[in-house]
């Protein structure tokens, strides 16, 4: 089973760190996972997924057109995965995730329905992936 990824640079609530951990421990353990490599909470599901000895984590770092080519990217999380892919736009980064991916587990911050994760949301419902949403 191969699980993808979604959430804020807000990070997880401890009610999502417990159900993110629960649903891959005891509901569908991944042999692979994907994220974005983003602060937040693709930081603190690598480290949950590194914490329960899965198998692969596989990083897909997001450029920004604000980011200057050789200087730290301010939002890329210091994990280090054991497959990553090549820098792309966080769109094009966030598509290739729900298509590398059988489910998508999704943190959101709220329910607006705007900006990076639903948009994640919404592109994996709409080429029928299944999405898990984990509210705070």
Request: charge should be neutral; charged fraction near 30%.
């Amino acid at each position: 089973m191969v699980i993808g990824f979604t959430g804020t640079r807000s990070g997880m609530s401890d009610k999502q760190k417990r159900q993110i951990e629960h649903y891959l421990r005891n509901i569908n353990f991944p042999n692979k996972v994907h994220h974005g490599m983003c602060i937040g909470a693709d930081e603190d599901f690598h480290n949950i997924c590194d914490k329960i000895n899965v198998d692969t984590i596989v990083g897909h770092p997001g450029k920004s057109k604000k980011d200057v080519i050789g200087e730290a990217r301010p939002y890329r999380a210091d994990v280090e995965c054991d497959e990553e892919y090549p820098e792309t736009t966080h769109f094009e980064r966030n598509r290739r995730i729900v298509d590398m991916s059988d489910i998508i587990l999704a943190c959101p911050y709220n329910n607006s329905k705007t900006g990076g994760t639903w948009y994640t949301i919404n592109y994996a419902k709409k080429v029928d992936k299944q999405v898990i949403i984990f509210d705070r």
